[in-house]
């Protein structure tokens, strides 16, 4: 019988190892001990530290370590069946033939390691700078900036989140003055970097 499913939510973690991998397309797949379900197709991948790409999952299945494909292999990015269980047996010092593992499949649709610095957001939708200011600049922005960009992840949009939070439209330049505020930091802090860097 499969164990009870794990959720996932916008984002998903990576070693810092396969960072290089992820950008450059050898590795399209990672595999996660039991049973891993997504709420989302579109995610951000972060690796080292940082926000590396926003990806879409392409598919998701589960298997048991003893089914594990050279196949399943290639597409995690691994010469083998054999280097792959090897290194799941690294990170997940429990695991066995048996363990239930999810592959979840996926493409890069924007890289950030290099955005753009021609575009006012970098290239980068709003929500998504919203989404990644709140997981590493809660130190950095005060309760209200907070409040304004978790809106923004649950409405998507600039003009949805001030007409709910402040009732006009009139005030979209308080939004946007904290967008920009947010992906300022971020580039000061290293976690994102403009193409001219």
Same mark, same amino acid.
């Given at each position: 019988?499969?164990?009870? /499913?794990?959720?996932?939510?916008?984002?998903?973690?990576?070693?810092?190892?396969?960072?290089? @991998?992820?950008?450059?397309?050898?590795?399209?797949?990672?595999?996660?001990?039991?049973?891993?379900? /997504?709420? +989302?197709?579109?995610?951000?991948?972060?690796?080292?530290?940082?926000?590396?790409?926003? *990806?879409?999952?392409? !598919?998701?299945?589960? !298997?048991?370590?003893?089914?594990? &494909?050279? #196949?399943?292999?290639?597409?995690?990015?691994?010469?083998?069946?054999?280097?792959?269980? #090897?290194?799941?047996?690294? $990170? +997940?010092?429990?695991?066995? #033939? #048996?363990?239930?593992?999810? *592959?979840?499949?996926?493409? $890069?649709?924007?890289?950030? @390691?290099?955005?753009?610095?021609? @575009? /006012?957001?970098?290239?980068? &939708? /709003?929500?998504? *700078?919203?989404? *990644?200011?709140?997981?590493?600049?809660?130190?950095?922005?005060?309760?209200?900036?907070?409040?304004?960009?978790?809106?923004?992840?649950?409405?998507? &949009?600039?003009?949805?989140?001030?007409? !709910?939070? +402040?009732? &006009?439209?009139?005030?979209?330049?308080?939004? !946007?003055?904290?967008?920009?505020?947010?992906?300022?930091?971020?580039?000061?802090?290293? +976690?994102?970097?403009?193409?001219?860097?």
């Amino acid at each position: 019988m499969k164990e009870k /499913p794990r959720f996932l939510g916008r984002h998903l973690m990576v070693k810092g190892k396969y960072v290089s @991998d992820i950008l450059e397309g050898r590795k399209k797949a990672t595999i996660r001990k039991g049973i891993v379900k /997504p709420k +989302y197709r579109e995610m951000i991948i972060h690796g080292g530290g940082r926000p590396i790409a926003k *990806i879409f999952i392409e !598919r998701v299945y589960h !298997r048991r370590v003893r089914d594990l &494909s050279n #196949e399943d292999a290639l597409k995690d990015g691994f010469s083998s069946r054999e280097e792959l269980i #090897e290194e799941l047996k690294k $990170v +997940y010092k429990d695991i066995n #033939e #048996e363990s239930w593992v999810t *592959i979840i499949e996926f493409r $890069v649709v924007q890289r950030m @390691d290099h955005l753009s610095s021609h @575009d /006012p957001y970098m290239g980068l &939708s /709003p929500v998504d *700078i919203a989404r *990644i200011a709140l997981r590493y600049l809660s130190d950095e922005l005060n309760d209200m900036e907070k409040k304004i960009l978790l809106d923004l992840t649950r409405t998507n &949009s600039i003009r949805a989140t001030t007409l !709910r939070l +402040y009732g &006009s439209l009139n005030k979209r330049f308080v939004v !946007r003055r904290i967008l920009k505020k947010a992906l300022t930091l971020l580039i000061e802090k290293g +976690y994102l970097k403009k193409e001219d860097d």
